[in-house]
């Protein structure tokens, strides 16, 4: 019964594996499940303006993969198939037995792997502004991002150039929640994981569960033509582009994104 004071909201950890894993959940029972998976440049905090919107109607979580916001990384394990593994005893810790699973940037990786490894697990999938693992070539051969942040007020590669210069304030506050938890560098396993994990067309043609791919138009990290080639090999997934957003349109246009996966949820819902 919701709370006279609003939506019930309770916070933990999950110790696995020598590690501590922060999670929030934000909802009540019956409410469907919704995961949030966060990318590099966030933590669970990043989904403010989600977690708000959704948790009235389902119980949303949100987590810190290992070395990021409130998670730790003591052994160095972190990894993308690490991460799937700790996002699958996340939901069975919390007693999960089927929820609709977001995965930003990063995050994808994780959501992908969770996806193929405990399908059971997964009623839908959005995969946004990410590869969710699923081989690019040019990706693969990158190995870095198509530019590095300079040390200004507001600059980040996540965010689009028009959102920077529109909203120097929200663009601060994203490098600031970004910031949260370890050094860059103990992060390295969770990152360069990301062009070495990969997922192959037989494995991603086994999906049965509605997937839908959100990219921004204007997303340098990886390009909507990128998304429309991966998503080719995922049945019956969607595209959806969001005008004028960079890499984080949850974060920049996040009534337009909220919106899409609304979208997305009542369809796999009927």
Do not use: K
């Amino acid at each position: 019964m919701m709370s006279e004071f609003g939506v019930p909201r309770t916070t933990g950890f999950l110790e696995r594996e020598g590690e501590q894993l922060y999670y929030e959940v934000c909802g009540e029972e019956p409410a469907p499940w919704l995961v949030l998976g966060h990318g590099a440049g966030g933590t669970h905090a990043v989904w403010f303006q989600q977690v708000a919107w959704f948790c009235r109607a389902f119980r949303v979580v949100t987590w810190d993969q290992r070395g990021f916001g409130r998670s730790t990384n003591r052994s160095g394990a972190a990894s993308p198939s690490v991460a799937a593994a700790d996002l699958a005893a996340l939901l069975d810790h919390l007693w999960v037995e089927r929820a609709h699973v977001v995965g930003q940037s990063m995050g994808g990786w994780a959501a992908m792997g969770l996806t193929l490894a405990r399908p059971e697990l997964v009623a839908s999938l959005v995969l946004a502004d990410t590869l969710g693992g699923i081989p690019v070539p040019e990706w693969t051969q990158r190995r870095s991002l198509p530019r590095q942040a300079q040390p200004v007020v507001g600059d980040h590669p996540a965010l689009g150039a028009a959102f920077r210069s529109a909203h120097p304030d929200r663009a601060l506050l994203y490098q600031q929640l970004g910031g949260w938890g370890l050094p860059n560098a103990e992060r390295a396993g969770a990152l360069t994981g990301l062009t070495t994990t990969t997922f192959t067309a037989a494995e991603t043609a086994g999906i049965n569960c509605p997937v839908l791919f959100i990219v921004g138009s204007e997303d340098e990290i990886f390009p909507p033509a990128w998304i429309h080639r991966v998503a080719a090999s995922v049945p019956g997934a969607r595209v959806e582009v969001v005008e004028g957003a960079g890499h984080s349109p949850y974060f920049e246009t996040p009534d337009q994104w909220n919106a899409l996966v609304t979208g997305h949820l009542a369809a796999a819902l009927d």
